[in-house]
C-alpha cells in the first residue's frame, strides 16, 4: 500500500478532514493533499507529524494491522557463522540484556548515554592517535 493511501484511509476512518489534519500539524492542507494522492513522499518528521495527528503509533503508517509487527531476534541467526560481536555466547544475552533496558529507558536517559558512549570513544581514540 502506498503511503499516501494509508494516511488517507486512517484520517478518513477517525473522520478528521484534511483541514483537521493540518491544525494538528502545521502543514499546508495542499501538501496534505499531495502525500494523500501519492504525489509526494514524506520525509521520516513528517510521518512522524502525521502520525500525531492521527493518534496513532508511527508504525501503523507502514504496517496494516492492529498488533505491531513482530521483533526480529538478532540472535537467531540461520546458517553461516557470524563471528560479530554479541552473535553468540555471553556477549550476546549481554547485547540482549542492554536491548531490553535500553527499550524501556526514557528517550532523554538513551540520548544521554549515546552521548556518554561517543565522548569515550573519542578520548579512547585520542589517546591512542597520541601514543602512536
Same mark, same amino acid.
Given at each position: ?6 494516511? /488517507?484511509?486512517?484520517? +478518513?476512518?477517525? #473522520? ?5 489534519? +493540518?491544525?494538528?500539524? =502545521? ?10 494522492? =501519492? ?9 512522524? /507529524? ?25 540472535? /537467531?541467526?540461520? =546458517? =553461516? #557463522? ?7 555466547? #555471553?556477549?550476546?544475552?549481554?547485547? +540482549?540484556?542492554?536491548? %531490553? ?9 538513551? #540520548? ?5 558512549? %561517543? ?14
Amino acid at each position: 500500500m502506498i503511503i499516501g493511501d494509508h494516511i /488517507k484511509a486512517i484520517r +478518513e476512518e477517525k #473522520k478528521l478532514s484534511q483541514g483537521d489534519i +493540518e491544525k494538528r500539524t =502545521g502543514l499546508l492542507r495542499c501538501y496534505i493533499s499531495r502525500v494523500e494522492n =501519492g504525489h509526494t513522499v514524506p520525509a521520516v518528521e513528517t510521518l512522524e /507529524k502525521f502520525a500525531r495527528a492521527l493518534e496513532i503509533p508511527l508504525y501503523q503508517l507502514f504496517y496494516d494491522s492492529d498488533k505491531p509487527p513482530a521483533m526480529p531476534s538478532i540472535l /537467531k541467526r540461520k =546458517g =553461516g #557463522k557470524d563471528n560479530s560481536w554479541g552473535s553468540s555466547g #555471553k556477549d550476546a544475552r549481554m547485547l +540482549e540484556k542492554f536491548r %531490553q533496558v535500553l527499550g524501556r529507558a526514557k528517550e532523554s536517559d538513551r #540520548k544521554l548515554l549515546l552521548f556518554m558512549a %561517543q565522548k569515550m570513544t573519542r578520548t579512547k581514540n585520542l589517546s591512542h592517535a597520541s601514543a602512536d
